[in-house]
């Protein structure tokens, strides 16, 4: 793929960046002109969007293209998209390590959704992408999500209308993914959910309806759900 020459704005604006996953993003597209998401998995990050959502975040706007690996199969590279910088864009607050602490601790030391104590990370509430940091220093703006409950999360809403296009912030806190306990819908779709976790022994009991479950021909959520109904 060509590379296009970078106006000095945007070289400048690259060299004030440490965000160590935009750095990534960014040097390959300085080096090669593209980045896919197979060369960001070889890098480290199992979630490829993420990483160019960093560079974008900090108002370097970037293109999705669709390419093709040498066995044929299709996958998504970055390049450079030719708008202009948002000097309005410069990326999320870094949450200092004892400020990190403290809210992994008012949590319990457990993710919101599904219990798990390991894989711990903060996150907005609201999307950055639909608040920024204009809640900083609102009342509780982050919550604990382990590493697989906050990629559920990150699929829904970036599929979710309010992500893409609304902005609403309003819509937001009345998703589940903000409020697990009070919401009004998930991702503006009309559904309810309801996350139980077998931990420990527990587990034991998860083990004999998923038995159950297989013998009826069902998964074990639908199991549940008729046992409910």
């Known amino acids: 793929m060509t590379k296009r020459v970078l106006p000095k704005s945007l070289i400048d604006r690259i060299n004030s960046i440490t965000n160590k996953r935009a750095r990534v993003v960014l040097d390959t597209l300085i080096k090669k002109g593209s980045i896919s998401t197979t060369e960001l998995q070889k890098a480290g990050y199992d979630h490829p969007p993420r990483a160019a959502r960093d560079v974008v975040e900090l108002g370097i706007a970037l ?21 202009e910088l948002d000097p309005s864009k410069t990326g999320r607050v870094v949450i200092a390590k004892k400020e990190r602490g403290a809210i992994i601790a008012r949590a319990g030391g457990r993710c919101l959704f599904c219990g798990a104590d390991h894989n711990l990370q903060i ?37 979710c209308e309010n992500w893409t296009t609304l902005k609403n912030i309003k819509t937001c806190l009345n998703c589940y ?29 998860f083990e004999t309806l998923e038995s159950k479950a ?15 109904q």
């Open 63 to 83: 293109k999705r293209v669709n390419i093709k690996r040498p066995d044929g199969q299709q996958i998504a590279s970055y390049i450079f998209d030719e708008r």
């Open 123 to 159: 996150d907005h509430k609201v999307p950055f992408e639909v608040a920024g940091e204009t809640l900083r220093y609102a009342e509780d703006p982050y919550q604990v999500l382990d590493g697989s409950c906050n990629r559920k999360k990150s699929w829904d809403c970036e599929h």
């Open 177 to 205: 993914w903000a409020s697990p306990e009070d919401y009004k819908h998930i991702a503006m779709r009309p559904e309810r959910r309801v996350d139980i976790v077998w931990v420990g022994k527990e587990t034991k009991v």
């Open 214 to 228: 297989r013998k009826a021909g069902q998964s074990a959520s639908d199991y549940i759900k008729t046992m409910l």
